[in-house]
């Protein structure tokens, strides 16, 4: 049974930081794409940040320079390190492991965990 378990959301302050979590179970953690995902009210889901297996990552551009993703294999356990924070930063956040089989995506995703930026 696979699971993804997001945590370390809550309300933080325009210019505050938080570190997200997500802890996975039931699949080969290392070998899996892992990524980051939100959305806001409204508003489609979009991607944030990914890992690949290799360390390579990627970013939208609305977060760059502002939001770190890694990933601690051992630990089976990817991050989301967002610096700065903007109101606009808010939304659910939730987090996806992919892997390419025979050709066809397979991705699991979490349940999501709440980021709010308010004064």
């Known amino acids: 049974q696979v699971q993804l378990v997001e945590s370390g959301g809550g309300l933080v302050q325009p210019g505050g930081s938080l570190r997200l979590s997500c802890a996975a179970s039931?699949?080969?953690?290392?070998?899996?794409?892992m990524a980051w995902y939100r959305q806001a009210p409204g508003k489609e889901r979009e991607l944030v940040a990914s890992?690949?297996?290799?360390?390579?990552?990627n970013y939208a551009d609305s977060v760059k320079g502002r939001f770190t993703i890694s990933r601690d294999n051992a630990k089976r356990v990817v991050y989301l390190q967002m610096n700065s924070l903007k109101s606009e930063d808010t939304a659910v956040y939730y987090c996806?492991?992919?892997?390419?089989?025979?050709?066809?995506?397979?991705?699991?995703w979490g349940q999501g965990t709440q980021v709010t930026v308010s004064s």
């Open positions: 039931g699949i080969s953690f290392s070998i899996y794409t």
């Open positions: 996806k492991a992919d892997r390419i089989v025979l050709g066809a995506v397979l991705g699991y």
């Open positions: 890992i690949t297996s290799g360390g390579t990552t």
